[in-house]
């Protein structure tokens, strides 16, 4: 089995800007996220996960930085969080990162997102290690002005 490398593929106005780092456990998918054939853009991170998750970094952080995806996006985005669920390394910790336009993180976190967030705590409650969801309210240039963190 060859060394797992960092994974870096550019965004399109269609695919999200992907940079997972093995090294640092940084996990970025941002962008948009509405591609023609979701399983081309997705199966190859899953497969770079499944390796990861093998030897991973003691933090994690998956940062979802989507400022749209499709339904077909979230079920493979969802497949990620479950792999990222079979770490095995003792102490180690999962922050997954989403972030929003500040008017929509002071409204609260929305109905389908405590949704999922329900069905990855009843998924993973048998992890050994922790997890946490970040929430980012951001600015118009990214910038992270309010955060909030969900425990589970």
């Not at 090294?23 to 023609?36: A, D, H, K, V, Y």
Request: proline share 3%.
């Amino acid at each position: 089995m060859s060394e797992l490398k960092g994974l870096y593929i550019e965004g399109t106005r269609k695919t999200p800007k992907i940079e997972f780092t093995n090294l640092t456990g940084e996990l970025i998918l941002e962008g948009r996220s509405i591609p023609e054939n979701v399983v081309k853009v997705y199966e190859p991170l899953l497969d770079w996960v499944n390796i990861y998750v093998k030897s991973p970094c003691i933090t994690t952080n998956l940062h979802l930085r989507l400022e749209y995806y499709n339904s077909s996006s979230l079920v493979w985005i969802i497949k990620l969080i479950m792999v990222l669920g079979n770490i095995k390394l003792k102490g180690a910790v999962l922050y997954i990162h989403i972030y929003f336009e500040i008017e929509d993180f002071e409204q609260g976190i929305s109905d389908e997102l405590k949704d999922i967030i329900e069905v990855l705590t009843v998924k993973l409650r048998k992890v050994d290690f922790n997890i946490a969801f970040k929430t980012h309210g951001i600015d118009s240039k990214g910038n992270t002005l309010k955060e909030s963190t969900i425990l589970i």
